[in-house]
T-cell receptor, first 109, second 111 residues
Framework: TQLLEQSPQFLSIQEGENLTVYCNSS?????LQWYRQEPGEGPVLLVT?????EVKKLKRLTFQFGDARKDSSLHITAAQPGDTGLYLC?????????FGKGTSLLVTP | KAGVTQTPRYLIKTRGQQVTLSCSPI?????VSWYQQTPGQGLQFLFE???????NKGNFPGRFSGRQFSNSRSEMNVSTLELGDSALYLC??????????FGSGTRLTVV
């Protein structure tokens, strides 16, 4: 059973569109991390959110941690082809980093 | 600064054999975690080592084992390989629980 559910699984959009990826769980996490992974490489950390309700911005990417620290969202504004990749959310529960299965994003010019 | 280095990048083994994978963490990072990534299951936690001690272990059979050396380098071993062990094995190092740096992984194919 996956602790973290991500939606959608796949997303194909045109350059310039906006999108939101969701990460939901019934568990509480001490932190929620977002990673991006490209084919043949390991995941790369984008952001860590720690406080319930926290919002962090990284250029065109906005990350939000739910008030109850169980869910998170990633919003990308004006997507670009360079944003293509597998987006993974991961929750730290003090024992291990638990990953969702990821959202595969394709941005076409 | 140097990232997390995993060797080898690719490996092909036969069922029943054993394999050892290596991971060199970022200098100063004492925690090393291992993950198995497959298309069906995503990233699954194998184990974590901190200062040469296994701190946590995921839900994998005893055929999967690991160790960490005094210089924080880590190895994982899989004995009696099965076809289902084919996966990308990722190692990650960290200083805190708030962000991990992953290596590029070892792609293991069992035939």
């Amino acid at each position: 059973t996956q602790l973290l559910e991500q939606s959608p699984q796949f997303l194909s959009i045109q350059e310039g569109e906006n999108l939101t990826v969701y990460c939901n769980s019934s568990s509480v996490f001490s932190s929620l991390q977002w990673y991006r992974q490209e084919p043949g490489e390991g995941p790369v950390l984008l952001v860590t959110v720690v406080t319930g309700g926290e919002v962090k911005k990284l250029k065109r990417l906005t990350f939000q941690f739910g008030d109850a620290r169980k869910d998170s969202s990633l919003h990308i504004t004006a997507a670009q082809p360079g944003d293509t990749g597998l987006y993974l959310c991961a929750g730290e529960d003090g024992y291990a980093l638990n990953f969702g299965k990821g959202t595969s994003l394709l941005v076409t010019p | 600064k140097a990232g997390v280095t995993q060797t080898p990048r690719y490996l092909i083994k036969t069922r029943g054999q054993q394999v050892t994978l290596s991971c060199s963490p970022i200098s100063g990072h004492r925690s090393v975690s291992w993950y198995q990534q497959t298309p069906g299951q995503g990233l699954q936690f194998l184990f974590e080592y901190f200062s040469e001690t296994q701190r946590n272990k995921g839900n994998f059979p005893g055929r999967f084992s690991g160790r960490q050396f005094s210089n924080s380098r880590s190895e994982m071993n899989v004995s009696t390989l099965e076809l289902g062990d084919s996966a990308l094995y990722l190692c990650a190092s960290s200083k805190t629980d708030y962000g991990y740096t992953f290596g590029s992984g070892t792609r293991l194919t069992v035939v």
